[in-house]
Nanobody, 124 residues
Framework: QVQLVESGGGLVQAGGSLRLSCAAS????????MGWFRQAPGKKREFVAA????????YYADSVKGRFTISRDNAKNTVYLQMDGLKPEDTAVYYC?????????????????WGQGIQVTVSS
């Protein structure tokens, strides 16, 4: 199983930016999709973005399209989520997800590995 460690969360004012990082280790992830999900208090975990490792396709939730960018660094085995134009409704715990089926609908059950989660808080 792949181990995932997130970093880069924190507190930011509305309109600001943060970059989340997810470092993967333990096995090759070259054939899988990697993703980001988030969960706000009292809400279900929701898809944010995904990237297919081998052919570099990217996918986004409508709520973040045009503001967030997912990318990867093969040499570092790391996936990033650049978040710009942050809004208070983006406040949540963000989770990195790995070993995802690149042909799936990117539901939580389509990913086999998860990071511990990192808090992102956007103040108004």
């Amino acid at each position: 199983q792949v181990q995932l460690v997130e970093s880069g969360g924190g507190l930011v004012q509305a309109g600001g930016s943060l970059r989340l990082s997810c470092a993967a280790s333990g096995r090759s992830i070259s054939n899988y999709a990697m993703g980001w999900f988030r969960q706000a208090p009292g809400k279900k975990r929701e898809f944010v973005a995904a990237i297919t490792w081998s052919i570099d396709n990217t996918y986004y939730a409508d709520s973040v399209k045009g503001r967030f960018t997912i990318s990867r660094d093969n040499a570092k085995n790391t996936v990033y989520l650049q978040m710009d134009g942050l809004k208070p409704e983006d406040t949540a715990v963000y989770y990195c997800a790995g070993e995802g089926d690149p042909l799936s609908d990117f539901l939580p059950e389509d990913f086999r590995s998860w990071g511990q989660g990192i808090q992102v808080t956007v103040s108004s």
